[in-house]
């Protein structure tokens, strides 16, 4: 068994996977955002444990959650308009 094929000897890297990073942030918020209503329908029980913070990290996780959609938006948004600059030129 070799350890290391010379560049001759490689094949080419794979297209990468395309993916909809939506969906994933989608899921996270959408998993805070359920763990948030736990918080508040048990936040006396919580407060009484000394676990009153699993409400602030929540409402953490939801307000990343929302920001991270928006970035990603905006990544996709950006990356749709980059082949169309590229065919803008003079004619």
């Known amino acids: 068994m070799r350890l290391w094929l010379g560049e001759d000897e490689r094949r080419p890297d794979p297209a990468p996977a395309r993916a909809d990073a939506r969906k994933a942030v989608v899921a996270g918020t959408v998993g805070w955002l359920v763990v948030l209503a736990g918080c508040l329908?048990?936040?006396?029980?919580?407060?009484d444990a000394g676990l009153a913070w699993l409400t602030?990290?929540?409402?953490?996780?939801?307000?990343?959650?929302l920001a991270g959609l928006v970035v990603v938006q905006l990544t996709r948004r950006r990356a749709r308009r980059a082949p169309?600059?590229?065919?803008?030129?003079?004619?």
Do not use: W
């Not at 602030?56 to 307000?63: D, L, P, S, Y």
């Not at 169309?84 to 004619?91: K, Q, T």
């Open 41 to 47: 329908v048990f936040r006396d029980r919580l407060e």
């Open 56 to 65: 602030t990290a929540a409402i953490v996780g939801v307000a990343l959650g």
């Open 84 to 91: 169309d600059e590229g065919r803008s030129g003079p004619a």
